[in-house]
């Protein structure tokens, strides 16, 4: 597994080669929106610059996402959705992980 630093400082994100994803943890505790991480992850794992990418809010509310990750009294809630060929799930843990599609 190798880290990669994201451009805008939002964390780290893991390639797990095997697997086939990318992974970053969102840290709550800092001041990087939730989709921040999200759309960087997507692109360290498509190779884009974020930039250039379809806006976030074009595929689904960001503080829909960030509201429904900080109501949870736990770690149990998963979301899934596509994004720029992407299949990728949110955790209210905070992580993120992204699988291009093939």
Excluded at 63 to 89: H, K, P, Q, W
Aim: proline share 3%.
């Amino acid at each position: 597994m190798s880290l990669r630093s994201n451009a805008d400082d939002v964390g780290q994100v893991d390639y797990d080669e095997a697997a086939a994803t990318e992974r970053s943890m969102h840290d709550w505790d800092r001041p990087a929106r939730l989709s921040l991480t999200i759309v960087q992850t997507v692109a360290t794992a498509t190779g884009t610059d974020h930039e250039s990418m379809e806006p976030l809010y074009s595929v689904l509310d960001p503080d829909a996402i960030c509201d429904l990750m900080n109501s949870a009294s736990d770690d149990s809630v998963r979301l899934s959705f596509t994004y720029e060929g992407c299949s990728v799930t949110v955790q209210s843990s905070g992580e993120i992980t992204v699988t291009a599609d093939t």
